[in-house]
């Protein structure tokens, strides 16, 4: 009677880890359907240093939806413009509600896709910096006014 405790106990353990193993092996992996127009990633800590968005990398769609922020308007999902909480750290860290996101259309996606530009400041239409992630948060890049001004 004990040893079939002890086992079923054994048993339980080994599946519980093995769940966890799966689930910390699933969080690592790369998310994004659109690897083709994938401007080179920076981290956080080297987005105010690094190369920005070339217009040769930057999507139409982002431009588009760039010049929407800049415009304010109208965004075609419910979702834009809401508040983007930096909860992983991955761009520089700034007081709650200085973050919003908004949608970049991926034509190949079902839903909103993984793509999205995150901007930063007190005024919407005029932010202090914007982001682009083409991989829903896992990498982004800076995106310079200069560059793309408003359509």
Known sequence: MKNKKYLSTVIFIALLLLIIFNQIKY??????????????????????????????TFPDEARQTYALILNGGPFPYRQ???????????????????????????????????????????MPKKPDICYYTPDHYRTFTEIHHETFPAQ
């Open 80 to 122: 834009d413009g809401v508040t983007f909480y930096n909860r992983e750290k991955r761009l520089p860290d700034m007081p709650r509600n200085y973050y919003r996101e908004y949608t970049v259309k991926t034509p190949s996606a079902g839903d909103r896709g993984a793509r999205r530009i995150v901007c930063g400041g007190k």
């Open 27 to 56: 969080h690592n992996v790369p998310k994004s359907n659109d690897q083709n127009h994938s401007p080179s990633p920076v981290s956080s800590q080297q987005s105010r240093k690094s190369p920005h968005v070339s217009n040769a």
